[in-house]
């Protein structure tokens, strides 16, 4: 099956500093990635919407300078949290579509803990 | 290893008609099991999440349920409507998030 890779699964980094999260669709393309966030105790809910080759679309109250995406290839999205505080602390994790039957998968999640 | 799984994978309904949609997972050592929609070409809307310390959830028509000892969820769709079509995923929240298979749902009025 189509398998989707998120790199890395953890990072602890101090205030002020930027994070990269990689997600890669391993054995497929993806024109289209997500990403989401999930803060404790609540919902897993949408950041924004990646296509490829172009400008992410993001959901009402994320700070698009703040959560830089980048979908430069049809195998790679990119999600830079730039200037991290201790509130940006989550869980993030990306998911891809399949084209071919709309099923989405996912990577397995990044925890980001801010210190 | 967790694995979550996901009965039917695809359900045809009537509009109007109430209907259960199931979740089982292997292991009960979760944080939370939250249930999802996804519609075509989209990414997916929370639809309910429930603590791993409560039974169940209400939202509108939807009711979520969870019995952690026998790793069962069920999420319960009243008096569906087309708008409901969509595909339902289920997720539990260990040291990761584990998606469930999904169930394709389609009501025709």
């Known amino acids: 099956g189509a398998v989707v890779s998120q790199h890395p699964s953890r990072v602890i980094c101090k205030s002020g500093t930027s994070v990269k999260i990689e997600c890669r669709s391993l054995d497929f393309q993806a024109t289209t990635m997500f990403w989401y966030r999930q803060f404790p105790k609540q919902s897993l809910m949408l950041m924004a919407t990646?296509?490829?080759?172009?400008?992410?679309?993001?959901e009402q109250g994320v700070e698009k300078d703040k959560f830089l995406i980048n979908h430069a290839s049809l195998t790679l999205s990119t999600l830079t949290v730039t200037s991290a505080h201790p509130e940006d602390s989550s869980f993030y994790i990306c998911?891809?579509?399949?084209?071919?039957?709309?099923?989405?998968?996912f990577g397995s999640g990044t925890q980001l803990s801010v210190l | 290893k967790q694995e979550v799984t996901q009965i039917p994978a695809a359900l045809s309904v009537p509009e109007g008609e109430n209907l259960v949609l199931n979740c089982s997972f292997t292991d009960s050592a979760i944080y939370n099991l939250q249930w999802f929609r996804q519609d075509p070409g989209k990414g997916l809307t929370s639809l309910l999440l429930?603590?791993?310390?409560?039974r169940e959830q209400t939202s509108g028509r939807l009711n979520a349920s969870l019995d952690k000892s026998s790793g069962r969820s069920t999420l319960y769709i009243a008096a569906s409507q087309p708008g409901d079509s969509a595909t339902y995923l289920c997720a539990v929240h260990d040291d990761k998030l584990i998606f469930g298979t999904g169930t394709r749902l389609q009501v025709f009025p």
């Open positions: 429930i603590q791993s310390s409560q």
């Open positions: 990646s296509n490829e080759g172009s400008k992410a679309t993001y």
């Open positions: 998911s891809a579509i399949l084209a071919t039957n709309e099923k989405l998968f």
